[in-house]
């Protein structure tokens, strides 16, 4: 734990100054505007990187709830679903998948993020994108599986016609 110190107080200085404004040279690169004005923090190091929006802390409203569904006393007597909005989007998570409030509230946040970065890209969003480019393969591979069922379809015909009981070659 000691050998993350330093590593751990250094993220924190970075997040600090990017929240107040105050970024050196070497963190501006990992920083960017969207077409929409709003900052991007890049990651380094992720293979599936996804730009999404900053979350501001001052922009939500955030409640505690009693969840629904199964899991008896566990979820009807405890307020662990987290209900989450965005006050600039009107944009409300619900988020009851764990019986941790904190897990609830960081996927609250993770859902918001991909949900604001629907509203605020549209079409451009990378999760849209990624949607559409996934229901093209699914379409193509159905296509494909479709096209090899009337192959072998038209494959047993011709084996049928070709052997009538009727004409016996020798």
């Given at each position: 734990m000691s050998r993350l110190l330093p590593f751990i107080s250094c993220v924190h200085n970075i997040s600090s100054r990017v929240i107040t404004g105050r970024v050196s040279p070497s963190v501006s690169l990992l920083l960017r505007s969207n077409p929409a004005g709003l900052p991007c923090v890049l990651a380094a190091g992720k293979k599936n990187?996804?730009?999404?929006?900053?979350?501001?802390?001052?922009?939500?409203?955030?409640?505690?709830?009693?969840?629904?569904?199964?899991?008896?006393?566990a979820t009807s007597k405890t307020s662990n679903c987290v209900v989450l909005k965005h006050i600039p989007s009107g944009t409300v998570v619900k988020c009851h998948q764990t019986r941790s409030v904190d897990t609830n509230r960081k996927r609250a946040r993770e859902i918001m993020r991909l949900r604001l970065d629907v509203v605020f890209k549209g079409d451009l969003s990378e999760v849209v994108v990624k949607k559409k480019e996934s229901e093209l393969r699914k379409k193509?591979?159905?296509?494909?599986?479709?096209?090899?069922?009337?192959?072998?379809?038209?494959?047993?015909?011709?084996?049928?016609?070709?052997?009538?009981?009727?004409?016996d070659t020798v």
């Amino acid at each position: 734990m000691s050998r993350l110190l330093p590593f751990i107080s250094c993220v924190h200085n970075i997040s600090s100054r990017v929240i107040t404004g105050r970024v050196s040279p070497s963190v501006s690169l990992l920083l960017r505007s969207n077409p929409a004005g709003l900052p991007c923090v890049l990651a380094a190091g992720k293979k599936n990187l996804i730009d999404l929006p900053v979350l501001n802390e001052d922009e939500f409203e955030e409640q505690f709830v009693r969840g629904s569904g199964p899991g008896g006393q566990a979820t009807s007597k405890t307020s662990n679903c987290v209900v989450l909005k965005h006050i600039p989007s009107g944009t409300v998570v619900k988020c009851h998948q764990t019986r941790s409030v904190d897990t609830n509230r960081k996927r609250a946040r993770e859902i918001m993020r991909l949900r604001l970065d629907v509203v605020f890209k549209g079409d451009l969003s990378e999760v849209v994108v990624k949607k559409k480019e996934s229901e093209l393969r699914k379409k193509e591979k159905r296509k494909k599986a479709n096209e090899n069922l009337e192959r072998k379809r038209l494959f047993k015909e011709g084996l049928a016609a070709d052997s009538k009981p009727g004409e016996d070659t020798v």
